[in-house]
């Protein structure tokens, strides 16, 4: 079964930076599409990046120039660099998996702040 550790989160001033990563076990991590979403305080979740297995990477508008994502498949893990971070970052972060077969499988979530 498939298990996703996130860490890295935490409270950082605007125009800070913080390194989200997200470490997977159970799973051919080389195959799959890993990704990073977000859920602000009282909004819905949004795709923040993803990247693909052959290092596609498709990344939101609103965090573009500022979040690079990566990914280690020696390591099983994909990260998040995040720069320039604003209070609009602010965010429970997590970290998402899709297999070749759909399925997709959600790690527990970290929180981000960005506060002065």
């Known amino acids: 079964q498939a298990q996703l550790v996130e860490s890295g989160g935490g409270l950082v001033q605007p125009g800070g930076s913080l390194r989200l990563s997200c470490t997977t076990s159970?799973?051919?991590?080389?195959?799959?599409?890993a990704g990073w979403y977000r859920q602000p305080p009282g909004k819905q979740r949004e795709l923040v990046a993803t990247?693909?297995?052959?290092?596609?990477?498709i990344t939101a508008d609103s965090v573009k120039g500022r979040f690079i994502i990566s990914r280690d498949n020696a390591e099983s893990t994909v990260y998040l660099q995040m720069n320039s971070l604003k209070p609009e970052d602010t965010a429970v972060y997590y970290c998402?998996?899709?297999?070749?077969?759909?399925?997709?499988?959600w790690g527990q979530g970290t929180q981000v702040t960005v506060s002065s």
């Open positions: 159970g799973i051919i991590f080389s195959w799959v599409t």
């Open positions: 990247l693909t297995s052959g290092g596609r990477a």
């Open positions: 998402n998996i899709a297999t070749p077969a759909g399925v997709t499988h």
